[in-house]
């Protein structure tokens, strides 16, 4: 492992690897949530890693004719430690001070750290939306280590949970909408190479995967009933499913019917929809990172021609029903595994736009000419006018024609005119430079700076508080280095595993120490004892109500035994308030009797032979004699 100098360390610290004051340690937000969710009594590790809003590509492409939103895109990676105890190693050879001093006891044992569980989560933002995109999840299956009381939550459930919480409030933005996305996929291993081989790790099926991760999300819809936010609502689909069968991935809580939906949201998410008479399928479809629909996405766009694409369509698939009917048949959908497809959509409480119902509309209103017009009659009420343009649904059909912005598609509208700018902010000529040419003196870098930190916190496109950032901010070449560092190493066996968290915790900080520990508060429900009621109990055994073999003599059974009698438990119930069926209600089924005429005719035993196993006195049993004649003799060699 190699490890840079100090003075290679203190160059680093002007730059990306602290770039503020605050990046040693987490958020003490992250911190008290994290320590409210994990098992009291247990230390973990927490490394946050973040980069600042870096602008990219747009997710949705923009509809004909129209510019595509600016986009801003935030990285986070949160990786989770825990220690476990091993024997320490003999100390070193120095000299001795005193006899026995370099004897190595068993007694001493020193601690180690792993990697247990990652999480990466891209952040979008817009004007319009923030989206929070989880890309990969990963467990090595060593928090097994901790031996952890049978019973108990969870920890990377409770992490991932508590992660995307913190995340959501700190990039909440007032009349914006944020949505939550994934994707979830059955893998043996994303994040940590070799991990699998862990008999400790348990990887889940594609059933168990999808049904973890909507445990996971549940939490989110239900605890933020209580923030300012007008309507969360989940979703869910799998394609290849019907609707009862996806049911069945869905927490079964008393909210989960009114919290969870079958379908997907992405003509709700789409702020075109509210702006256009109709929006194409390729425009709702989002591009992210890695996600099968979007490598479909692509597919659709290669066997299409450029002007299809420039008009927002494609040649096979013409709705958003049509593509997800095809998604089950394509990229990881059809590999015999289910995948599933799940969204948390939060509306604001005042929705910055309005719907188009009771949006008014900007074409003007134009009364009925009329050439007998009097002045002296009353104007009307409601004059007639050009009824504003329905938006139509893109399941029922496909218009053919481009699409229009509301209220504008009217031919009766004048043309807008050209706006006519202030004489300071025209464009002013490019003046010819003449005379004589000074050079530029050459500026020697002495230190490298980090203009990271200048960057402004709240723009019309995004919003990054100091509280919502990592413990260590970085652009974004350095963070996908550190995430692909930790690709290339190895976690199939626990001293493998060590020694990589190790070098990935090192070489991400350059050296530096970095990432703070976090002490668990959540009290298990095995700590509380079970406490017995404190009123009578009721003994079934003494009221006769418990048969048992050979009872003892007792005041229900005096001559020991089988109970002769059940006088005794009918009085104790009767007293007990216990409703005792009578002789008359209990029905009783006959015997058949036998017909004693052919038994005895059939008899052959005589009145005063002895019967062996027959005590004196006892019945003789009845015995079915065959005849003479129907009884066969081997005859006897001569």
Same mark, same amino acid.
């Given at each position: ?576 308030? %216990? @409703?005792? *069926?009578? /002789? +008359? $209600? =209990?029905? !009783? #089924?006959? &015997? ?30 009845? %015995? @079915?004699? *065959?005849? /003479? +004649? $129907? =009884?066969? !003799? #081997?005859? &006897?060699?001569?």
């Amino acid at each position: 492992m190699s490890f840079l100098s100090s003075s290679a360390v203190k160059r680093d610290t002007k730059g990306y690897g602290n770039i503020s004051s605050n990046t040693s340690t987490c958020d003490p937000g992250l911190v008290d949530s994290l320590a409210a969710v994990l098992p009291k009594g247990y230390t973990f590790g927490v490394y946050h890693l973040s980069t600042p809003p870096t602008k990219t590509e747009p997710l949705c492409s923009a509809p004909p004719g129209e510019r595509p939103d600016k986009t801003y895109a935030e990285n986070h990676f949160l990786a989770v430690t825990v220690d476990y105890p091993t024997h320490g190693a003999p100390p070193t050879a120095s000299k001795r001070a005193s006899p026995g001093a370099d004897e190595f006891k068993d007694t001493e044992t020193s601690k180690k750290t792993v990697l247990a569980f990652a999480i990466e989560i891209f952040v979008f933002t817009t004007a319009y939306q923030t989206t929070f995109f989880v890309s990969k999840a990963d467990s090595t299956g060593y928090l097994q280590l901790l031996n952890l009381p049978k019973g108990t939550p969870s920890p990377i459930r409770e992490v991932a949970s508590t992660f995307l919480t913190y995340l959501l409030e700190h990039r909440r933005r007032k009349n914006i909408q944020s949505v939550v996305n994934l994707f979830a996929r059955a893998q043996a291993q994303y994040l940590f190479p070799g991990s699998v081989e862990n008999k400790g790790k348990h990887v889940l099926d594609d059933w168990g995967l999808v049904k973890w991760w909507c445990r996971v999300l549940n939490p989110l819809l239900e605890g933020q009933k209580k923030e300012p936010w007008g309507q969360t609502k989940g979703y869910l689909i799998v394609p290849g499913l019907e609707e009862s069968e996806m049911r069945a991935f869905l927490p079964r809580t008393p909210a989960s019917a009114t919290n969870w939906s079958i379908g997907h949201p992405m003509e709700c998410i789409s702020h075109y929809t509210a702006e256009f008479d109709w929006v194409p399928p390729r425009c709702l479809i989002p591009h992210y990172p890695d996600d099968p629909k979007s490598r479909f996405r692509d597919e659709l766009d290669d066997e299409s021609s450029k002007w299809k694409q420039d008009m927002g369509s494609w040649k096979s698939v013409k709705s958003l029903d049509q593509f997800w009917e095809m998604m089950a048949f394509r990229q990881e959908c059809s590999s015999g595994r289910l995948t599933g497809f799940i969204w948390l959509v939060f509306d604001p409480k005042e929705a910055p736009r309005m719907s188009q119902e009771t949006a008014p509309s900007s074409t003007p209103q134009l009364t009925t000419p009329n050439t007998s017009f009097d002045s002296s009659l009353p104007a009307p009420v409601n004059p007639p006018a050009t009824p504003p343009r329905r938006r139509v649904d893109m399941s029922a059909r496909t218009p053919q024609s481009s699409p229009l912005k509301l209220g504008l598609g009217s031919a009766t509208s004048t043309p807008s005119q050209p706006r006519i700018l202030p004489d300071d902010q025209q464009k002013k000529k490019k003046k010819k430079l003449k005379g004589h040419i000074v050079p530029r003196l050459p500026k020697v870098k002495t230190q490298q700076r980090s203009y990271i930190a200048n960057r402004p916190s709240t723009t019309a496109y995004y919003y990054w508080p100091t509280q919502g950032r990592g413990n260590k901010v970085v652009d974004e070449s350095d963070f996908k280095r550190i995430v692909e560092l930790l690709l290339h190493l190895d976690f199939a066996t626990l001293d493998k595993a060590t020694a990589a968290t190790r070098r990935w915790i090192s070489e991400a900080a350059m050296g530096a120490k970095w990432g703070q520990e976090v002490t668990g508060k959540r009290v298990s429900l095995q700590n509380y004892s079970l406490k017995a009621p404190s009123g009578h109990v009721n003994n079934l055994g003494s009221s006769g109500l418990v048969r048992r073999m050979n009872d003892p003599p007792g005041p229900a059974n005096p001559d020991g035994g089988k109970p002769t009698s059940i006088s005794a438990p009918l009085q104790n119930i009767s007293n007990r308030g %216990v @409703n005792v *069926l009578g /002789a +008359g $209600l =209990v029905r !009783k #089924k006959k &015997k058949v009797e036998e017909d004693t005429e052919n038994v005895a005719s059939s008899t052959t035993v005589q009145d005063n032979a002895p019967v062996r196993g027959l005590e004196d006195g006892a019945d003789i049993p009845k %015995v @079915n004699a *065959l005849e /003479a +004649g $129907l =009884v066969r !003799k #081997k005859a &006897k060699p001569a």
